[in-house]
């Protein structure tokens, strides 16, 4: 049986459109490879963030140590003397480089 010229039409339309589909779904932009990425992009921004809290929890600290209503001594006084370059003759001072 030989089938006619449009059967055959309608079938390569049919075989290109799954074609594309496949392709779409696998190198799409939300194919599989894509959500791979995507996969490797969240766990960077996750460690980012991770880094990002401890520096925005030190620095909370650091600003609740400065309080007015309740400043440390100490490190109003390491302040003070790191700004003005104040030290008594007797004094060593040890500095802690951030990372």
Same mark, same amino acid.
């Given at each position: 049986?030989?089938?006619?010229? &449009?059967?055959? #039409?309608? %079938? =390569? /339309? =049919?075989?290109?459109?799954?074609? #594309?589909?496949?392709?779409? @779904?696998?190198?799409?932009?939300?194919?599989? *490879?894509?959500? +791979?990425?995507?996969?490797? +992009?969240?766990? %960077?921004?996750? +460690?980012?963030?991770? #880094? *990002?809290?401890? %520096? &925005?929890? =030190?620095?909370?600290?650091?600003?609740?140590?400065?309080?007015?209503?309740? =400043?440390?001594?100490? /490190?109003? @006084?390491?302040?003070?003397?790191?700004? *003005?370059? #104040? *030290?008594?003759?007797?004094?060593?001072?040890?500095?802690?480089?951030?990372?």
């Amino acid at each position: 049986m030989h089938k006619p010229p &449009r059967d055959h #039409v309608k %079938q =390569a /339309l =049919a075989l290109t459109l799954l074609v #594309v589909l496949t392709i779409a @779904s696998i190198a799409g932009p939300t194919g599989l *490879l894509a959500w +791979a990425e995507n996969g490797e +992009a969240l766990e %960077q921004r996750e +460690a980012r963030i991770a #880094v *990002l809290t401890e %520096q &925005r929890d =030190a620095l909370k600290n650091r600003v609740a140590l400065l309080d007015p209503n309740g =400043a440390d001594p100490d /490190l109003v @006084s390491e302040l003070v003397r790191e700004d *003005l370059g #104040v *030290l008594h003759p007797d004094e060593i001072v040890i500095t802690l480089e951030d990372e």
